[in-house]
């Protein structure tokens, strides 16, 4: 019995599975389900639409920036379990308000000054949501799973978010919005009752005050958590790595609408690609580690996946010259489009960018884990969680600079390739520290 398979039939696995793998569905159920109506069915503007991608994006990323040094010292200081049967029954209410805001969108009630800020609220909420859950789906690894569980364990939970994201993103794209509201409402109710079965988690250390301070603690807990050179490497590389991803996720509604003249289907085709090509590189890594937590592939993983975002930016720009119009009367569906002459070759490069950028992001999360003293996990990820924000605000920023500047979408993915070089670079110098520090267990606080 493989490590993958005894894990997904424990206890102590996989209710926590089940719980993060059902939030991550309804995140993206409801982000795309919002996304991809406003973006078909309100907006008529190339400009208008990248502008709410990039707003939905970065009220999402937020209570990331904001909220996570708060969230990891609870997650330490707290039993973990507690804490996600609390966050769990939270999600039940933010998704009643967002599902009343799709439906207020779908009968045209008040659409922009009462259904959209309802469903961005909603979706600022599910950010504040994720930002707490994120520091403790992580960090409870180590403390119910033996050292040679760690990176199995963590490559499921990667590996099944984005399926999670895939099956999220699928019905997102071809159920009606009214149906989306009920769905988001049923799934955190499932989610909730999953929730109950996580076994208990108990702090690793004596608590400690709770710093309040948002600003105060995020800061201390940043200069802290990075003073050693393997997790400020790590979280680096990681950073740069999620704001590469924000700067992707935002193009692709708006690229596929109005480079490619495809339907909001085909949107969720690419980012069902993506999330496919993610959960196969989280598995196959761990297979090529042979559940050694390591930084070997890092470099390798980014480089290839730049090389695949140059073929898919060229297939990209030769798709504008096989239609000379720029665009079709009726905007494409899944089989029409994938019988075009360049579909599939499009296809699989983001398949190999997908794969690549799991090969790479899952090793540095497990490294997180288990380079640090288990009572400093969940500050340690909230950290990482914290820079990553910053980050991936960043790469909403500069999409969104870019798009009013005028700058073409399908130029904005050579910026994505520029930005894997810097990934790259930091995950050699990890790879390099990873070796000298072998076997250390660092201690910040």
Same mark, same amino acid.
């Given at each position: ?129 994720? !930002? ?161 937590? !390591? ?151």
């Amino acid at each position: 019995m493989t490590t993958t398979t005894h894990l997904i039939r424990q206890r102590r696995f996989l209710p926590l599975f089940v719980t993060q793998l059902l939030g991550a569905f309804n995140d993206n159920l409801y982000k795309n389900a919002m996304l991809l109506f406003v973006v078909y069915s309100i907006y008529n503007s190339e400009k208008q639409e990248a502008r709410f991608s990039a707003i939905a994006s970065g009220l999402f990323i937020l209570p990331f920036f904001l909220l996570s040094a708060l969230a990891g010292q609870l997650a330490d200081m707290r039993d973990k379990a507690k804490l996600i049967r609390i966050i769990k029954a939270c999600e039940v209410g933010i998704m009643l308000v967002g599902g009343c805001g799709l439906l207020l969108a779908w009968n045209r009630i008040s659409v922009e000054a009462l259904s959209i800020p309802l469903m961005l609220a909603a979706l600022l909420a599910m950010g504040v949501h994720s !930002s707490f859950f994120g520091p403790i789906k992580y960090a409870i690894l180590p403390q119910h799973l033996h050292e040679n569980e760690v990176l199995a364990g963590t490559g499921l939970v990667e590996a099944g978010t984005y399926l999670a994201i895939l099956a999220g993103t699928i019905l997102a794209g071809f159920i009606p919005v009214q149906w989306a509201a009920g769905a988001v409402v049923g799934t955190a109710v499932v989610g909730f009752f999953a929730s109950q079965a996580v076994p208990p988690a108990p702090p690793m250390m004596e608590p400690e005050p709770i710093d309040l301070n948002i600003v105060r603690s995020s800061v201390r807990l940043v200069r802290m958590t990075t003073r050693h050179p393997r997790v400020f490497l790590a979280i680096a590389a990681i950073s740069v790595f999620w704001s590469i991803g924000a700067v992707l996720f935002i193009q692709f509604p708006p690229l596929a609408k109005n480079v490619l003249g495809a339907s909001k289907s085909v949107a969720s085709l690419f980012l069902v690609i993506f999330s496919v090509g993610v959960a196969i590189g989280s598995m196959s890594v761990n297979h090529l580690l042979r559940g050694k937590v !390591s930084a070997r592939y890092a470099a390798a993983s980014v480089v290839m996946m730049a090389v695949f975002v140059i073929l898919f930016d060229l297939v990209c720009r030769s798709w504008i010259r096989h239609t000379p119009s720029g665009h079709a009367v009726e905007l494409l569906d899944v089989i029409a489009f994938v019988h075009q002459p360049l579909a599939l070759p499009l296809l699989a490069t983001l398949l190999g960018i997908a794969i690549a950028g799991g090969m790479f992001v899952v090793p540095l999360y497990a490294f997180l884990t288990t380079v640090v003293d288990k009572a400093e996990t969940s500050r340690t990820i909230a950290a990482n969680n914290i820079v990553n924000a910053g980050a991936m605000v960043i790469g909403s920023l500069v999409a969104v600079g870019l798009s009013a500047a005028g700058v073409a979408i399908v130029h904005q993915l050579l910026l994505s390739a520029a930005m894997c070089s810097v990934t790259a670079y930091l995950g050699h110098r990890l790879y390099k520290v990873e070796r000298a520090h072998a076997g250390e267990i660092e201690h910040t606080f």
